[in-house]
């Protein structure tokens, strides 16, 4: 059996050469949308990038969070404020989060920075459902495999109630021999351990893994494997692909009120 080509499998920029277009696409539209619904600001942390931009909705029910991707070392909030448009118009409440970036911290750390952004929205006192992209999805898995109690007793064991995975990663391991590694300094053993797929699958909640149909082989494996492990464990788990949308296309259905991502979402905010 043929290894796969890890560097061609995950090198989405590689794979859709009209990338710069659709992440031009981003900044307009987040910028149009920040225009109309200024955001509330949130800090988390002491580093720069430590804030969350709050797209309030009715502030009843349950906080939908997204977590943006780029490989744990590239963007930021500012790129993705109109994928709060879909839930917004629905009277959902959306927070936006931003991490520090790779090489000037691990994943692991990123993943921390996440806990702690979780534990500062938990002070608004309502349970959170957490959407994430690539390395957002991979976030927002480890968010719902995280124990909370341990992580601050002050919390409710049951703060993360589902996580939707848009095109996420869950097995870091096949991403040490490529390119993409130059930036997050990942050996095989800081790899799987901070791979949720590896972790204690979580004992609450649920797990929506949604890929692009026009993905790699790869990145439908890592949310079906996801999806299969965790269901396995007795985790209500779906997984789901996007007809016709590539890597960058994915999170598109988040902006529009009527697409069936936005509907799923609802309803796992039980809305």
């Not at 911290?105 to 920075?113: G, L």
């Amino acid at each position: 059996m043929i290894a796969p080509d890890y560097e061609a499998e995950y090198n989405n920029r590689a794979r859709v050469p009209e990338h710069p277009v659709h992440i031009a696409g981003w900044a307009r539209d987040a910028a149009a949308y920040r225009e109309q619904h200024a955001p509330r600001a949130m800090v988390y942390g002491p580093g720069v990038r430590n804030k969350i931009d709050f797209f309030a909705g009715d502030g009843t029910g349950p906080i939908v969070v997204f977590i943006h991707g780029g490989y744990w070392q590239a963007l930021d909030i500012s790129w993705f404020s109109h994928l709060a448009a879909g839930l917004n118009a629905h009277g959902i409440d959306v927070a936006i989060a931003g991490y520090s970036l790779c090489p000037e911290v691990t994943i692991e750390h990123i993943i921390s920075e996440m806990r702690a952004a979780s534990r500062e929205l938990a002070k608004l006192g309502r349970p959170l459902v957490i959407s994430g992209h690539s390395a957002g999805g991979h976030l927002a898995a480890c968010m719902l495999a995280t124990d909370w109690r341990a992580f601050d007793p002050s919390l409710p064991a049951d703060l993360v109630k589902a996580a939707y995975a848009i095109s996420g990663l869950f097995d870091l391991t096949p991403l040490v021999g490529t390119s993409i590694n130059n930036a997050l300094h990942l050996d095989e053993a800081t790899a799987r351990a901070a791979s949720p797929l590896f972790w204690k699958a979580p004992s609450g909640g649920s797990l929506d893994a949604v890929v692009g149909g026009e993905e790699s082989a790869e990145y439908l494996r890592q949310s079906n494997t996801i999806a299969d492990a965790w269901g396995a464990a007795g985790l209500p788990t779906r997984f789901a692909t996007i007809e016709g949308a590539n890597h960058f296309l994915a999170i598109a259905p988040l902006a529009d009120p009527a697409s069936a991502m936005v509907a799923r979402l609802k309803e796992m905010a039980g809305r």
